[in-house]
């Protein structure tokens, strides 16, 4: 890795996440706190902001196909061994350190861009379907957005939980893109 | 390049796609289907030829429910929140135009 004369990389971090994936991270991130905010009324603010979120979820997918190897959301998806010994460690209470995602926080990426996802695609389709199949969206429409807030909220409280463990501000890292090796 | 990378850029430009078809529909009218009469002008406000608030909590009480502890407008239906005749707490959903029952939720 080079280093730019005059400005030096803070000393003792590297790199992990690249731009593209952090622009990425908060704009779903607002989109869709404005979407779930304005779920109940609004419509126009609501409906656009579901529309955003689904263009961010598919502009992730495909930089999670073509981008950096880091960004590849096909990394980001452990095998099933992987998470078990994981999951295990996390249960004794030993999880070790990842300088990427660790198995868990990987899947849960994925998961939370599915679940967002599916949110707006199923708002879309309760509005564009019409008759049962629109009823019926209508009802998955609330479901899988009441879910995508759980996994919101499980997300946040493990990145907060790991930068506790790890004694490192995992907030920072996906803002300034770096963490300690 | 691994299969699942090929199934996310798929489901990438799939989403993509998407998102600008919904963005140009969105402000005009949704596609309507044969025979249907749509009550709802896009933003949560019920069209001239729908039912006032008053008439479906009275289209309620006229199937037999009631009191009403709540009711609301979405999506060109009435949604409304209240107990059916043996004291059970339902969520009935009313057709907005015709005053149609369409679904009964019991909410245990």
Known sequence: MTTEPGKAAPSRTVKVWDGVS??????????????????????????????????????????????????????????PVELGRYLGALARGRPPRHVGHNPAGGLWAVLLLLLSGGAGVTGWLSIAAGGPLGRAMHEAHEVVAGLALAAVLVHVAAAVAMSLVHRENLIRAMIDGRKRP | ????????????????????????????????????????????????????????????????????????????????????????????????????LLKIDHDD
């Open chain 1, 22 to 79: 952090r622009l990425l991270h908060w704009s779903l991130a607002g989109a869709f706190a404005l979407a779930y905010a304005t779920g109940e009324e609004a419509f126009t603010v609501h409906e656009i902001a579901g529309i955003a979120v689904v263009a961010i979820v598919g502009l992730r997918f495909l930089w999670g196909a073509l981008g950096p190897e880091r960004a590849r959301l096909s990394a980001f998806v452990p095998g």
């Open chain 2, 1 to 100: 390049m691994r299969v699942l990378d090929t199934v996310f850029a798929a489901g990438g430009v799939a989403l993509l796609v998407g998102s600008g078809v919904a963005l140009a529909q969105q402000g005009g009218a949704a596609p309507m289907q044969d025979g249907e009469r749509r009550a709802d002008d896009g933003r949560g406000i019920a069209a001239a030829d729908a039912m006032t608030l008053g008439e479906a909590v009275a289209r309620a009480g006229a199937l037999g429910y009631g009191p009403v502890r709540e009711a609301e407008y979405e999506h060109g239906r009435y949604e409304i929140e209240t107990v059916d005749a043996t004291g059970r707490r339902v969520e009935l959903y009313l057709d907005a135009v015709t005053g149609e």
